[in-house]
Nanobody, 123 residues
Framework: QVQPVESGGGLVQAGGSLRLSCTAS????????LAWFRRAPGKEREFVAAISWNGMTFYGDSVEDRFTISRDNGMKTAYLHMLALKPDDTGDYYC?????????????????WGQGTQVTVSS
């Protein structure tokens, strides 16, 4: 089973930017759908962004126009570019993958999850 690994989290001031990476060592990475979810302290996990095998993207309402999801199939990596960060963006960010190529806001679509990377946005 493919195990995604996240990286790139850290501490940033409000208004700043970060880029998260999700690497999945699958021979057929280009056939995978990927997504980012996050869990803020004391809250339930929420959908952030997703990308399908053919590059179709989806975003949560709170991040649209600030975050961009992309993928580099040659590097077997997906990215989450985060701009204009707000304290409300603080949380643990998780990468999830599925081998059917689907990009979706539904957690049940994804078959494997990473351990998460922490993002803290200070005011």
């Amino acid at each position: 089973q493919v195990q995604p690994v996240e990286s790139g989290g850290g501490l940033v001031q409000a208004g700043g930017s970060l880029r998260l990476s999700c690497t999945a060592s699958a021979d057929n990475f280009r056939d995978y759908g990927l997504a980012w979810f996050r869990r803020a302290p004391g809250k339930e996990r929420e959908f952030v962004a997703a990308i399908s095998w053919n590059g179709m993207t989806f975003y949560g309402d709170s991040v649209e126009d600030r975050f961009t999801i992309s993928r580099d199939n040659g590097m077997k990596t997906a990215y989450l570019h985060m701009l204009a960060l707000k304290p409300d963006d603080t949380g643990d960010y998780y990468c999830a993958v599925n081998g059917r190529g689907q990009g979706s806001p539904l957690e049940t679509v994804y078959t494997s999850w990473g351990q998460g990377t922490q993002v803290t946005v200070s005011s």
